[in-house]
């Protein structure tokens, strides 16, 4: 039997195939993925995973959330499982990797404990969390918020997308919402497998992302309210303008971002006018600022000066301004022993590495708040990501799910 320090690998190729086939449901325009969350591809792409578990030998259980959990039973039925997975659901301008890359990875770490004969004393589960994105339905992270007891269900199912649809109602509509109480799974460890979606690994010239820290997000939803007018023939002195208001605070934010460097970023990425019209001044406008920084102190301060500052800009132009918090987590400490599996599993293939903070929300920093969690990374080019652009390399791919395949047999205690 082979012993957890051999030199040990996955199927690079079949990992590989696995990405390709699961980018063909909910194809982008430009050669990314439009698979959002309770979407029928988001659907047809469950299915597929299950059809490949199934072949594996794994046995599912889905929550109330619709999250899957496809586990391989370990030698010792009280051992805790470890876990293991990300999300399948993607931007609507997404990539083939963002999130996938870790499920179909922690299925290869099965198949290959498969193909070699491996057992071990713990359980492992492959996880796929619903809506982690939050692209449809904010806030991201959604499905594993209600796991750690960050949201309620209800909360969760009353989520609305912009077409006032709710995250409960599409997940009837697709046929996933399981029998399982969200949260009631206990866990032994929690690892996740990401590309980095920023530049660092790859200007480094590292293959892995050892992955320490998360930084903290607030998402900051602005309503502003104005008034609707003609744009031609209402006098510029007498215009309740919820755009300009928006402008002005969209530099404010950049200039608050800046002046917290280093460590802080912020900007906006969604904006809805309202008529939306090219000759109406529009009568309301909301936004979402993305505010992160690893230093809560820092996080904290960026939050209250924003708010304050948005309020006054509002104010100053006669425009109404309100503000809710619609997603939110502090910084977060990753499982230093696990964290310590991972470096070591690099070194012990010889793949060049580093420390990381991640710079983007997972669906791990939640696992951490119920379990020791940890995260690994591959580079990407031009550290693209939330774009159909978004690519890696099958070396890249290999390398981690490598790295991946030892910390977690290690951590599932390899059976002789």
Known sequence: MPAPGENLRINGDRLWDSLMEM?????????????????????????????????????????????MFMRREGTDPDALPVYVGSHLDTQPTGGKYDGVLGVLSGLEVVRTMNDLGIRTRHPIVVTNWTNEEGARFAPAMLASGVFAGVHTLDYAYGRKDMDGKSFGDELKRIGWVGDEQVGARKMHAYFEYHIEQGPILEAENKQIGVVTHCQGLNWLEFTLTGREAHTGSTPMNMRVNAGLAMARIFEMVQTVAMENQPGAVGGVGQVKFSPNSRN???????????????????????????????????????????????????????DPTLVSRVRSAAEKLGYSHMNLISGAGHDACWAAKVAPATMIMCPCVGGLSHNEAEDISQEWAAAGADVLFHAVVETAEIVA
């Open 23 to 67: 980018a063909r449901i909910g194809p982008g325009v430009a050669g990314g993925n439009n698979r959002q969350t309770l979407t029928d591809a988001d659907g047809e792409g469950r299915h597929l995973f299950k059809r490949w578990c199934d072949a594996a030998g794994l046995s599912m259980g889905v929550d109330q959330m619709g999250t």
């Open 280 to 334: 109406v001044l529009p009568g309301t406008v909301v936004f979402t600022v993305d505010i992160r920084s690893p230093d809560l102190g820092k996080l904290q301060g960026m939050r209250s000066r924003i708010e304050a500052e948005a309020a006054k800009i509002a104010a100053a132009l006669g425009v109404g301004c309100s503000v809710e918090l619609v997603g939110h987590f502090d910084p977060v400490t990753f």
